[in-house]
């Protein structure tokens, strides 16, 4: 292409290797750059054939670019050769500082590798710099940090002979500018694909955030975000229009509370087991007018895989009517359906709740128990009035204190083992006179008269007088006792701390109460009542205390002639 002796010569290829180079610095896409190496090289090196062989992310070097045949262009670009064939290509021939040229006595054990080869007929040189068909110049290209980037192959120098060192320097710089270019098209087309994939997710987020903002918005039930961690844990940030509904409460309102502030306080301790669990719950929260609706709440903690657990995403749902559904149907369960009242299964349930397995005070057979159980004992304690251990001694009598607060081991069929016994006794008076104790009257009542009238006037009006004796035995007692119906005209009461003389005046009021006139449908009837008095204590069964206060009101019926009874 030129001699050592033609500066002129070096000064034009100079020159058309900067305007090459400068070219490679335009291009905008990768294809565009290879396209450009290529081309540079054949217009502005001085070379017919060039192609750059490029490196795919397997390892392999595939033809991406190709100049100055059509045919041969057409034939092996996009072929692919293996690393291993190249790599033994550039271990091969001759190092022109960087350069690997192979001639064509050592090329010809290349021609059967998977390397793609275009190769033109030609005579054999007649000089030993002239060019071979079968020679092959490479210039590899390598990034910064030494990764092989490619290969260019040259081939066919426009004036026949091999490039003397002139000419390898320039090719050399070429492919070291080359190496430059393709890189920083490489990293814009990485950066471009970033930017459109960046795009992408932004604009999937935007449709996530406005997709997730409507279901939030519209839902049908109450929806709300609340922070989770820190001082302001609970704190609801965000509401929708059904929960502003739902309690009443404008949004801005809202975000002054936190649930615990609504939430009714039997139902705290639920509340604080849901947010820390993010699970579900139901409750009350309560609203603006001061009422509460039941809610089932379900939480999701919405977490950040750096930082934790962010805030929690709560979806509220009123089941005020499943609620109150449930209610009654339970009220029906326990509950006689005339007159309102507690039926035989839940006076049942409710007086065996008062009642345990141990007696109120312990046999003598139990304190032969226990001397045979801690014999020996009372001596260590110095033995005397105190009893065991310095525990007041034992008592055999109905009424005294003394056995209870204190659960001993083994003495009692079916007793918990313990040192203590935490339940409050039941104890009943030990005579009707009136000795001072307390305990849980049952009177059990049976209406006298009534299936006469069932029987004259018929079920209905039978039953406004049920309802009648209902409504006057409820108003009769207080607060916290019960009145329940056992079934046809039978009635029982139970009042807590009462004692021998309280009980019988409670019932002679409420027999006094029933005793007046019943009017239905124009038409007045009258009922009497019989009392018997039991009282519960533990040791006894719900059925035996039942039993017992019925027995005591079969005496007292027993007791008075049947116009006494009628009392009307």
Not at 444 to 459: A, T, V
Request: proline residues 4%.
């Amino acid at each position: 292409m030129e001699t050592e002796s033609e500066p002129y010569v070096r000064l034009a290829t100079l020159r058309q290797l900067h305007q090459v180079v400068a070219e490679l610095n335009t291009a905008r896409s990768l294809a565009d750059t290879l396209q450009t190496v290529v081309d540079g090289i054949v217009r502005g090196l001085g070379y017919e054939l060039a192609c750059v062989n490029l490196v795919r992310p397997d390892g392999d070097l595939v033809v991406a670019a190709f100049a100055g045949d059509p045919a041969a262009e057409a034939l092996i670009t996009g072929r692919v050769g293996s690393r291993a064939a190249w790599e033994r290509r550039l271990t091969m021939g001759e190092d022109w500082d960087g350069l690997r040229f192979i001639p064509h006595t050592e090329g010809w054990v290349l021609l059967e590798d998977d390397v793609p080869q275009w190769h033109t007929e030609g005579p054999d040189p007649r000089f030993e710099d002239e060019w071979h068909p079968e020679d092959r110049l490479y210039a590899p290209m390598y990034a910064t940090g030494g990764e092989l980037l490619g290969v260019i192959s040259v081939d066919r120098p426009r004036n026949g002979r091999r490039p003397g060192a002139w000419g390898r320097e320039a090719l050399q710089m070429y492919a070291f500018q080359a190496a430059i270019a393709i890189s920083n098209a490489r990293l814009r087309a990485n950066m471009q694909r970033a930017l459109v994939r960046l795009e992408r997710e932004q604009q999937a987020l935007r449709a996530s955030e406005e997709s997730f903002r409507q279901a939030f918005e519209y839902a049908p039930s109450g929806m709300a975000i609340a922070e989770m961690g820190g001082d302001q844990h609970g704190r609801l940030l965000r509401t929708n229009d059904a929960l502003c509904r739902l309690l009443g409460r404008p949004a801005s309102v809202l975000r002054r509370y936190s649930f615990s502030d609504l939430v009714h306080p039997e139902d705290i301790g639920t509340l604080l087991r849901t947010s820390a669990e993010g699970g579900r719950a139901e409750l009350r929260l309560g609203r603006r007018d001061g009422t509460y609706v039941w809610v089932s709440l379900r939480n999701s903690v919405v977490a950040d895989a750096a930082d934790g657990p962010r805030f929690l995403l709560t979806h509220v749902e009123d089941i005020e009517e499943r609620k109150r559904h449930e209610l009654q149907l339970a009220h029906r369960a326990s509950h006689d359906s005339l007159t309102g009242l507690p039926n035989s299964a839940e006076l049942r349930a409710r007086l065996g709740a008062r009642l345990c397995r141990r007696p109120q005070s312990v046999r003598a057979g139990a304190v032969e128990a226990l001397d045979a159980a801690y014999e020996g004992r009372a001596e260590a304690a110095g033995g005397g009035e105190h009893g065991y251990d310095g525990f007041p001694a034992v008592g055999a009598g109905g009424g005294g204190q003394g056995g209870d607060g204190f659960d001993f081991p083994g003495v009692f069929p079916g007793q918990p083992e313990g040192p203590y016994d935490h339940h409050v006794h039941t104890v009943a008076p030990a005579s009707d006179l009136d000795d001072g104790t307390k305990g849980l009257a049952v009177l059990f009542c049976d209406l006298d008269g009534f299936k006469s009238i069932n029987d004259r006037f018929g079920h209905h009006t039978g039953d406004a007088v049920l309802i009648e004796v209902a409504r006057r035995l409820t108003t009769g007692v207080r607060d916290g006792d019960t009145v329940a119906r056992l079934g046809g005209d039978e009635f029982v009461v139970l009042a807590d701390g009462l004692g021998a003389a309280d009980a019988a005046d409670l019932a002679v009021r409420l027999r006094n109460a029933i005793i007046p006139p019943i009017r239905v449908d124009g038409r007045a009837v009258r009922v009497g009542a019989s009392f018997g008095i039991g009282w519960a204590s533990c040791g006894m069964s719900a059925d035996e205390v039942l039993r017992s206060a019925d027995q005591r009101m079969y005496i007292e019926k027993r007791s008075r002639s049947k116009a006494h009874r009628r009392a009307g």
